[in-house]
């Protein structure tokens, strides 16, 4: 059994090359980029399970990066009990909440997106009842050494539900001033490197 693997996760619209990158700052690991399929989180259950079940049998000790969508797949998968360390940059850590907020900027009512199951808010989003129910029936179970890096300016969540989220999975959360949700200007990935430097 090979000792270390480090395991990508891209979030929406994301590439699993971006693996790549990570490498040069971790090259006592076999890297791999983690090209998911999976659209929404049963599927997403299903496929990372698999994954890391694998991996697990072929590596003793398992690190991973994983932004955005691709951390919040990774945690509702039930799969922390086979990961060693978890960086999670930007993660979305409350679906339901972000579900909502998405339905009250559309003006769309439970009662109506029951209804119609699925509605198309803009030409890239479809709000979607089997999505919302799901996430609403299976909260995020997560147990793993787990490292948390926030952008000041996520739109996506707020600096309140992050920091509750850290303190409830006992995560050690750092908030770069001004960031974004994702991390991608040169002093962002340049702060990145650096917290994964002083953490690994």
């Not at 997106?113 to 009842?129: A, C, F, T």
């Not at 996520?154 to 001033?177: C, G, N, R, Y």
Request: charged share 25%; hydrophobic share 40%; net charge negative.
């Amino acid at each position: 059994m090979a000792e270390k693997a480090l395991i990508y996760i891209h979030g929406k619209g994301g590439t699993a090359a971006a693996s790549e990158y990570f490498q040069q700052l971790f090259p006592e690991y076999d890297t791999f980029g983690f090209d998911y399929k999976a659209e929404n989180p049963w599927e997403a259950e299903v496929e990372y399970k698999g994954y890391f079940t694998k991996l697990s049998k072929e590596y003793s000790y398992i690190t991973v990066i994983a932004s955005s969508l691709g951390a919040y797949f990774l945690m509702i998968a039930g799969v922390s009990d086979m990961i060693q360390k978890a960086f999670l940059v930007s993660p979305i850590v409350d679906m339901v909440g972000l579900i909502e907020d998405m339905m009250a900027r559309a003006n769309v009512s439970n009662e109506e997106l029951k209804k119609e199951k699925n509605i198309q808010i803009s030409p890239e989003e479809v709000l979607s009842w089997d999505y919302l129910e799901w996430v609403r029936e299976h909260p995020i179970q997560w147990k793993c050494p787990t490292y948390i890096l926030y952008g000041e300016n996520d739109h996506f969540q707020t600096i309140e539900t992050i920091k509750e989220f850290a303190k409830t999975v006992d995560a050690k959360l750092t908030v770069m001033p001004n960031g974004e949700h994702w991390f991608h200007t040169d002093d962002q990935t340049e702060y990145r490197k650096n917290w994964l430097n002083k953490h690994k």
